[in-house]
């Protein structure tokens, strides 16, 4: 049976890295979120990231329903920082008859902020299409995650290893 399982986590703690793995696992398809923005839209949309974002996020849900409805599993790669976003993304695919699983990618401060150095260094070598987390983007998206709670998820990753820099 397809099902749905919900990549949560940090910017850069290693969610796609994870998601590729477990796509290879799973025999799924990944949809990424970062992916599509940074494919369509400038990198710099001020005050029009969020709405957008809204608009890509709507449309990968009902994508993503498609390929459940197809019996395609499916993995969304995007950060669900909200517990009020992860009970909403549940109930979505719960009401159309469909399973889901919240995988946590956990990562330590220490490991977090060198993967964010890290791919920042890519990102200026033009190495990686990736978003640029400067210290203003790093407090905004800081102070929106929640991290789940206990039992929340199904799955809990601890701390990527480093070959996703090599």
């Known amino acids: 049976m397809a099902k749905v399982i919900l990549i949560c986590g940090k910017i850069c703690s290693g969610k796609s890295w994870y998601a ?6 799973e025999k799924a398809v990944v949809l990424s979120h970062d992916e599509l923005m940074l494919s369509l839209f400038d990198p710099l949309l001020g005050d029009k ?14 994508l993503a ?8 599993s499916v993995i969304l790669d995007w950060g669900f920082w909200t517990r009020e976003g992860r009970k909403a993304a549940r109930a979505y695919f719960e009401e ?5 699983e919240l995988h946590y990618v956990s990562v330590t401060d220490e490991v977090w902020r ?11 070598r033009g190495k990686t299409g990736a978003y640029f987390v400067d210290e203003g983007l790093l407090k905004k998206l800081e102070s929106r995650f929640e991290e789940p709670v206990s039992g929340e998820a199904e799955i809990v990753f601890e701390n990527i290893p480093d070959e996703k820099y090599s």
């Open 20 to 25: 590729e793995r477990l796509r290879e696992k």
């Open 49 to 62: 990231h969020d709405e957008i974002a809204a608009k890509a996020s709507a449309y990968l849900y009902g």
């Open 65 to 72: 329903a498609k390929l459940l409805d197809a019996q395609v």
């Open 96 to 100: 159309r008859g469909a399973q889901s």
């Open 114 to 124: 060198g993967n964010i150095e890290r791919r920042n260094e890519l990102v200026l």
